[in-house]
């Protein structure tokens, strides 16, 4: 089996005619190559050249290329449709399972195993001592064996075919114009699958399946800690307590198994665990505990003994976890018990619109009970009537649009098309790189920035929008070339300045110095332009804990949006110092001047208890002594500094300060660096200046007092503050003139 190619007769749909970017060799006749570095392109003279995509030139694109070649622009529908059908995606798909081969097991073999399996679960007192008796002898044992064999490989494929077909359905459901061309192949598909299905259906024992339903049904019976021939199992309450754990043991056995309850007998033998094999009584006790499990297999039977049957339907879960990665499906966490059903009693297996998935089962009715009432990726119910012939085997009904050019950055704006839960698991699919942030347009809720995650749950809860760009889409030319580069030999962390009159107070606080710091951080670790390019869409959200992404990836770890470094580029690992703004005297800064806070009064400050609610202290996101997470998410707390000041019950980290501040634009540096300047003058008197400090005192206070208009309106938003901010500056004038006088 090799890798899907892609050749000229595959429709292309609406990408028909798309500008691709290829490169070639010279000639006319040259073969065209998805990268100037594929091994096939040899020549010393390669060029870039645009071409409509077309039969033509897929007919001109080299093997390697067209298998799996990365020609179009990621996160582009373009990109999403060569990914489904090259590669491992649909033209590899529709050619397996079309028929059997050298590794299938045929009808002959399957027989064969079917006998010595069926045998082995038979209910006969004659085939049950049999199997006792006669399992013992190597060659038994070895028949046994390769009939397990041959039953647990025939399942794997049948699932691996139903899958297989569930993948093929997926894709001609996101590109519908290529049903008719891949129809032939689904239909050799499909009737192989039956075959697949009919094979392992031989190989199980209805009877079995049954009773193992019964049990998980059964209430935990009275066991006879009493019986004297249980003595070696110790006290009464001993003994019960070991009786009941053989139940336990026989029933999660019994009920997740293909295999006869009279195969578990073996389990008695854990009773005698610990015990001589000489200890009297232990032999009859184990004859006993044997019996004792007829008794239970009997109660099932007689639990089972209804002969009523049922119809009942079966559709994949919505909310099961989607597969993570290529060889994996939905299908394997189906139970051994559940696959059985399946095989054994399976009616009709069809699909509906959006590739659902859609089986018919007809089972007798204690089945019936334990598939409407245990958990499964099938959700399984009672069919209306007329809603579905038992023969309805086919293909998926309905056509939709699919994944059309425009769901995502591949058109205008203006041009874009809604996108439906089953575009993003497409985009998912396609790569690694799909969890990012993405700018969306809802509607009614307007322009937001979300991770993919967010916007799946969003999506498969009704909500309805557009894709304008993701975080990858953006340009390049939205940042400084400086921080692409020459940044090296500077230190992560810039060191902190206290001197609010030297021009860098502050700057450890900016957005300019955020960027920095990122670039730093990610330099040779991580891209460090996708890093920016989700830095710069993260800045629009208003909550920051709205970036946390949902979920898990396919290793089990929790998904982000974003590399961690980037919330180093949001958030300052730091506190600010309030002091100039604090006016009360039992504030934590007795010594404050009272000045209005400002265009500071919206920094938004992120702890993980900002009122003293949780035993332990407030720790900030980037501090050691909180959970190993670089970020914030929903179990944060966000105030704005304006509360943060008034906050008594806020009892702060001594290690972090407790919070970390978004970080701080230009102006909102620029007036922080100016309200420290501003109280440091307030502290000391003007008459200790002295005749040099005075000049210098008076030249701050021309400053800091004579605002032009757009400062003044960037610095205080609310006019009161500025008018605060005067008399302060006038007050320290007239004392200045007051002491220079005397």
């Known amino acids: ?277 000489r200890r009297k009584g232990r032999d009859r006790m184990l004859e006993q505990a044997q019996a004792l499990l007829g008794v239970w297999e009997a109660a099932a039977r007689s639990a089972a003994a209804d002969g009523r049957e049922r119809v009942l339907v079966a559709r994949l879960d919505d909310g099961a976890p989607a597969e993570s990665g290529r060889g994996a499906s939905v299908f394997d966490r189906v139970g051994e018990w559940e696959r059985g059903v399946l095989a054994s009693y399976m009616v009709s297996v069809g699909w509906e619109r959006s590739a659902q998935l859609v089986v018919s089962v007809r089972v007798p009715e204690v089945v019936a009970c334990r598939l409407l009432s245990q958990p499964s990726v099938l959700v399984y119910e009672v069919p209306v009537e007329g809603a579905l012939g038992h023969e309805a085997d086919g293909a998926a009904s309905g056509a939709g649009e699919g994944l059309l050019p425009g769901v995502f950055d591949d058109t205008p704006v203006h041009g874009r098309r809604m996108v439906r839960p089953e575009h993003l698991r497409a985009l998912r699919g396609a790569g690694a790189d799909a969890e990012q942030l993405y700018a969306v347009l809802g509607v009614g809720t307007g322009v937001e920035v979300v991770a993919l995650s967010v916007l799946e749950q969003r999506c498969a809860a009704g909500w309805q929008g557009v894709i304008l760009a993701a975080a990858s889409d953006l340009p390049d030319d939205l940042f400084e070339t400086g921080l692409h580069g020459g940044v090296g030999e500077e230190s992560v962390w810039s060191p902190r300045v206290y001197d609010p009159e030297h021009e860098e107070f502050g700057r450890s606080l900016s957005a300019a110095e955020g960027e920095r710091v990122l670039v730093r951080l990610c330099e040779g670790r991580q891209d460090v332009g996708q890093a920016l390019k989700s830095l710069v869409l993260a800045r629009s959200v208003t909550d920051l804990r709205d970036l946390e992404a949902v979920g898990y990836d396919e290793r089990g770890y929790p998904r982000r949006a974003f590399v961690p470094a980037v919330w180093n580029g949001l958030l300052a690992m730091e506190q600010l110092d309030l002091e100039p703004f604090a006016s009360d005297p039992d504030d934590d800064w007795p010594g404050g001047s009272g000045l209005p806070l400002g265009v500071l009064a919206s920094v938004q400050a992120y702890t993980t208890d900002a009122s003293g609610r949780y035993q332990g202290r407030a720790h900030s996101p ?121």
Not at 54 to 61: D, I, K, P, Q
Not at 694 to 715: F, G, I, K, M
């Open 1 to 277: 089996m090799t890798y899907g190619l892609l050749t000229p007769d595959v429709p292309l749909g609406p990408f028909e005619g798309a500008r691709v970017t290829l490169w070639s060799a010279q000639g006319k006749q040259a073969k065209l190559h998805s990268k100037s570095s594929c091994s096939y392109l040899r020549s010393a003279h390669v060029a870039e050249v645009e071409v409509r995509l077309e039969a033509a030139t897929v007919g001109r694109l080299c093997a390697q290329c067209a298998a799996y070649g990365s020609w179009a622009r990621p996160g582009t529908g373009l990109a999403l449709f060569l990914d489904a059908v090259t590669g491992l995606g649909l033209l590899y798909e529709l050619e397996r399972y079309g028929q059997g081969d050298e590794d299938t097991f045929g009808d002959e073999e399957v027989r064969e195993a079917a006998s010595v399996l069926l045998g082995v679960s038979s209910g006969s007192e004659e085939q049950a001592s049999t199997g006792l008796e006669d399992e013992t002898a190597d060659g038994v044992w070895e028949d046994l064996r390769d009939a397990r064999h041959v039953r647990e490989t025939v399942f794997a494929e049948w699932i691996d075919a139903l899958a297989s077909l569930h993948r093929v359905y997926q894709v001609l459901d996101l590109f519908p114009w290529l049903r008719s061309w891949a129809e032939p192949r689904v239909q050799r598909k499909t009737d192989h699958l039956h075959v697949l299905r009919a094979r392992a259906g031989q190989l199980i024992a209805p009877d079995s399946l049954v009773l193992a339903a019964a049990v998980s049904a059964m209430d935990e019976p009275d066991v006879p800690a009493d019986d004297p021939t249980f003595a070696p199992l110790g006290a009464p309450a001993e003994a019960a307590r070991e009786l009941v754990s053989l139940w336990r043991r026989w029933r999660s056995r019994v009920e997740s198994s293909w295999d006869h309850p009279r195969e578990q007998e073996y389990l008695v033998h854990h009773l005698a665990s610990g015990m001589s094999s």
């Open 622 to 742: 980037g501090c050691a002594h909180r959970r190993p997470y670089g970020g914030v998410d929903r179990q944060d707390d966000m105030v704005t500094i304006d509360e943060l000041l008034d906050n008594r019950r806020f009892d702060p980290c001594s290690k972090c300060g407790g919070y970390a501040v978004r970080r701080l634009s230009e102006a909102q540096v620029a007036y922080y660096r100016a309200a420290h300047r501003l109280h440091n003058l307030i502290q000391r008197s003007p008459a200790r200046h002295g005749r040099d400090g005075t000049e210098q005192t008076r030249r701050t206070l021309d400053e800091l007092s004579n605002l032009d208009v757009p400062t003044e309106e960037a610095w205080f938003p609310i006019r009161e503050h500025a008018r605060q901010w005067r008399r302060v500056t006038r007050r320290l004038q007239a004392e200045l003139q007051a002491a220079t006088c005397t």
